[in-house]
């Protein structure tokens, strides 16, 4: 590193904690693109880096009184406001899409329970028509590890078969299913 640099760094540090507002623009222009990298690689959202980056210099501005050169260089410093301001907005979003998450699931529930809609009780007619045509024991075993929510092991017992049995029933009656209704999907509207 050039030593012209280190005495630029420098001068620049003492200058933002100063309160130089063209310190801060020349911190901007010369940190904002790997505060926006470290950001992204974090949350993998473009528009989550760049509100990264803003809330990074809002807070470096307002709290650089307890900004010291001596202890540590303006760009780490910024690095750790970049970690707890991305950290902090990545956990909101976790929390954000859970909350939605529930809520949509808790609507769907009061709402809907499948019997008011015309492609989910579609859709439960044409695969109860698919299970019955596979016969038996493959319609059995497959309405009990789906309607029931029964393990192979489980299923295996009920039935009185072997487990290998039960698993190789369910693979090929789940690979024709998917056939047929990949078919059936297909077929003009």
């Known amino acids: 590193m050039p030593a012209g640099s280190v005495e630029q760094d420098t001068a620049l540090d003492r200058a933002f904690a100063s309160g130089s507002e063209t310190a801060l623009a020349e911190a901007y222009r010369r940190f904002a693109p790997l505060i926006r990298s470290l950001a992204l690689r974090r949350l993998f959202d473009s528009a989550a880096a760049d509100d990264v980056v803003q809330e990074v210099f809002i807070r470096a501005w307002k709290y650089r009184a307890s900004y010291s050169p001596e202890q540590s260089g303006l760009l780490s410093w910024l690095v750790g406001i970049t970690r707890n301001v991305a950290t902090g907005m990545g956990t909101s979003r976790g929390r954000e899409v859970s909350v939605w998450e529930t809520e949509a699931s808790?609507?769907?529930?009061?709402?809907?329970?499948g019997a008011g809609n015309p492609d989910r009780v579609a859709d439960k007619v044409v695969i109860e028509a698919e299970l019955?045509?596979?016969?038996?024991?493959?319609?059995?075993?497959?309405?009990?590890?789906?309607h029931?929510?029964?393990t192979h092991q489980q299923i295996a017992d009920r039935l009185e078969m072997p487990l290998g049995t039960v698993k190789s029933h369910i693979r090929r009656s789940l690979v024709h299913l998917r056939q047929r209704l990949e078919v059936s999907d297909a077929a003009p509207a």
């Open 132 to 146: 019955d045509r596979l016969g038996e024991p493959q319609g059995s075993i497959l309405r009990l590890a789906f």
């Open 106 to 113: 808790q609507r769907r529930d009061e709402v809907d329970d």
């Open 148 to 150: 029931e929510d029964l």
